[in-house]
């Protein structure tokens, strides 16, 4: 699983470069209806204490984390790679211009629009970044009320027992009743990040189903059919919305 791929050699600035430096029409679909999820809960729902998050494999996208912080005192940014991390902790120290067009789209809302704080001192305020595995939130049961895991659970084995391991590790770090997005490369080959192929589970909207049937109340899974393909070796993208099972 996370050891079969050279994650030390990941590239974030080329893959920044590569999938995010110019926003791309399904990136800013999934945002759009993370940002309508999350605060549809929040609007509805009150939170007896501080709200935490975790952005699961947080690798070089800093978007879903952006997603989570009106409501939250704290985001865990936890990752795996050393490079990763080293780029995502650069970025909480003031992230960089281009990631501006992602936090524009989101103050479209207004829950995303009430701050005084320049986001920039709202995101290194509020944002740690954890080099861990995925491995070690068997530790953490419960942990987070608020959850994200971007292009994880697919992107790293070719296994579907892996797969649906990983989707339970996520759903488990979260308390009962927190909502969570998670969105998957559908029907993914593997992928290239500055030289270096690294694996792909193929799954489709109903193996994601079946991975958080047992898991999630109020599921909902959009495909998104790529307008211009990120890259070679997928089909569309899945994005699965909900909440913890209670």
Not at 87 to 115: I, K, N
Not at 136 to 142: F, N, P, S, T, V
Not at 146 to 161: I, K, Y
Request: with cysteine; charged share 25%; glycine share 6%.
């Amino acid at each position: 699983m996370t050891s079969d791929a050279p994650w030390v050699e990941f590239d974030p600035i080329a893959y920044v470069d590569h999938n995010y430096r110019d926003m791309q029409a399904e990136d800013a679909e999934i945002l759009r209806i993370v940002r309508d999820h999350f605060a549809d809960h929040f609007r509805t729902t009150h939170m007896s204490r501080p709200v935490s998050g975790i952005d699961v494999g947080a690798g070089a996208n800093l978007y879903p984390g952006f997603a989570m912080l009106p409501w939250c005192d704290e985001v865990t940014l936890l990752e795996h790679s050393p490079a990763n991390v080293r780029y995502l902790e650069s970025q909480v120290v003031s992230y960089d211009a281009v990631w501006d067009q992602y936090w524009d789209l989101l103050r479209e809302h207004e829950a995303y629009r009430t701050w005084e704080m320049d986001p920039r001192e709202r995101f290194r305020k509020a944002v740690e970044v954890k080099e861990s595995s995925i491995l070690d939130l068997a530790r953490q049961e419960g942990r987070w009320s608020l959850g994200t895991m971007f292009f994880v659970a697919e992107s790293m084995t070719t296994s579907w027992q892996e797969f649906r391991f990983v989707v339970e590790r996520f759903m488990s770090a979260l308390t009962p009743g927190a909502p969570f997005a998670a969105a998957f490369m559908e029907h993914s080959k593997g992928y290239h990040a500055g030289g270096h192929f690294f694996p792909g589970c193929d799954v489709g909207e109903s193996e994601v189903h079946a991975s958080l049937e047992a898991l999630a109340d109020d599921v909902k899974i959009v495909r998104l059919a790529p307008s211009a393909c990120v890259r070679h070796g997928y089909s569309g993208m899945l994005l699965a919305c909900g909440r913890r099972r209670q």
